[in-house]
Structures are given as structure tokens and as C-alpha cells.
């Protein structure tokens, strides 16, 4: 049991990291596009694109950081 609560708090910690962590380089790729959809108060095609692009870094970082960080566990 314990094993199995140690591989879902990693697998929680990996899902926070990696969502936090690919939202803003989501958000810093769309700033050097010149899309800022944080500070931009349009809907737009271009401010949708930057959402994309944040929801886009959002999945890869996920998907990187489970990768990383459950890779040498049980």
C-alpha cells in the first residue's frame, strides 16, 4: 500500500509541475510570436492561437514531466 501511495503522490507532483511549467513556456512562446494572450483583452483568431499554445504546453509538459519522474520508479 505504501507503494502505491508514494507512485500517486508522484504521479500528482509530475501532473502539478509539468501543467505549471508547460503553461508558461506555452505562454512565453506566444510572447515571442507577439501573441500575449494573458495581458490582451480581444478574442481573436491570433489571442486564440496563444491559448492554444498555453494549453498546448500544459499537455507536453505533462506528458514530459510523468516521463521524467516516473521513470525509475516501481
Given at each position: 500500500m505504501a507503494q502505491d501511495f508514494d507512485r500517486a503522490m508522484r504521479e500528482g507532483l509530475a501532473d502539478a509541475i509539468g501543467f505549471v511549467a508547460g503553461a508558461l513556456a506555452g505562454w512565453w512562446l506566444g510572447r515571442q510570436f507577439g501573441v500575449d494572450f494573458i495581458a490582451s483583452t480581444d478574442w481573436n483568431a491570433q489571442q486564440l492561437a496563444g491559448l492554444a499554445?498555453?494549453?498546448?504546453?500544459?499537455?507536453?509538459?505533462?506528458?514530459?514531466?510523468?516521463?521524467?519522474?516516473?521513470?525509475?520508479?516501481?
Open positions: 499554445l498555453i494549453v498546448g504546453g500544459c499537455g507536453v509538459g505533462r506528458w514530459v514531466a510523468r516521463r521524467l519522474m516516473l521513470r525509475d520508479g516501481p
